[in-house]
């Protein structure tokens, strides 16, 4: 259930600040009615995005056993690699809050361009919540329906709190401390995701890769936060 509610909770966190401060640009506006766009092109994404998961858990489901593992264990180290580039090499821009300015939102305030940003951001995000909970569906499927809805409500309430009091809040710790978690996910799911391709490497070879991934890249991480920090500093 962890690992869903904090994937969930980062993922939808990233769409509402995208989706919030569109709603509340047209709002500002004047242009209420383009609000229903942005809906539709959220409902859009959502029911898109979890077509695309059925379709690939009933692929996966319809192979044999061994070559699920195969699968599973292929989408693990594609999860583990991905949590690496957006963490390392993308070094993702800092996310700012600032719900009621509308320089927030640089988009043509038209009903396809609404539609289309709000359909590719949920899609995108709700497409990698599915990724990162398909390999442990099978096992666990209460669980992770019951994380991934605990941490959409998270994100929620607190995007609630943020837009209703107004405030302009840098959220630059929220995502470092989700971050230094997703790290530690990403070095689980890298050494589960060996085990699964090669079941004959053991628990220690498990554990020895889970410190390979981990150890460095929360060094880099880490380090590169220390650099900002000192940076604001001066």
Known sequence: MTTSLVISFRECLEMLLVIVPLLAYVSKIGRKDLSKYIYYGSFSGVILSIVTG???????????????????????????????????????????????????VNVKTTSYSLFILAFLTIFRESLEITLFTLPYVASSAFSIISGIALGVIAAIAFMYVIYKTSLKLSIDLIFNILTIILIVIGSVIFGEGLTKLLPSIGSALEKGAMLIYGIPTLYIFVKSMLKEYIKKQE
């Open 54 to 104: 059925v379709l690939i858990f009933n692929q996966v489901k319809a192979l044999d056993f061994a070559i699920q593992k195969i699968f599973e264990g292929s989408i693990m180290l594609f999860l583990s690699t991905l949590i690496l580039y957006s963490i390392i090499l993308m070094k993702k821009q800092k996310k700012q809050i600032t719900i009621n300015s509308p320089n927030t």
